[in-house]
């Protein structure tokens, strides 16, 4: 079993920033994918931004330009920056870890920390 912990969310005033992160409890050395995704109240959980072992990255359109996602490997640590933050990026923000299988992919989440932007 893999947990994934996740720390850095609070309360911002708009344009403001926020660094967040999340350890995994062991260490990957194969092809994996690490994320974050975002649940608004009331809404679908959506994409933020992806980044695979080789450092390939994907960021969902609302986020692009604004919020950027990287790695450690050293420390099993995935971070997300949230730069000009607006109250439409108010929502709960899940670390996500994808783990190819035999039947597909794996995932893991982790327990969501609270972002809210707000003047």
């Known amino acids: 079993q893999v947990q994934l912990v996740e720390s850095g969310g609070g309360l911002v005033q708009p344009g403001g920033s926020l660094r967040l992160s999340c350890t995994t409890s062991?260490?990957?050395?194969?092809?994996?994918?690490m994320g974050w995704y975002r649940q608004a109240p009331g809404k679908q959980r959506e994409l933020v931004a992806t980044?695979?072992?080789?450092?390939?990255?994907d960021y969902g359109d609302s986020v692009k330009g604004r919020f950027s996602i990287s790695r450690d490997n050293v420390k099993n640590t995935v971070y997300l920056q949230l730069n000009s933050l607006k109250p439409a990026d108010t929502a709960v923000y899940y670390c996500?870890?994808?783990?190819?299988?035999?039947?597909?992919?794996?995932?893991?989440w982790g327990q969501g920390t609270q972002v809210t932007v707000s003047s």
């Open positions: 996500n870890l994808r783990l190819p299988s035999t039947t597909g992919w794996i995932q893991y």
């Open positions: 062991r260490m990957f050395s194969s092809l994996n994918v």
């Open positions: 980044i695979t072992d080789s450092d390939r990255t």
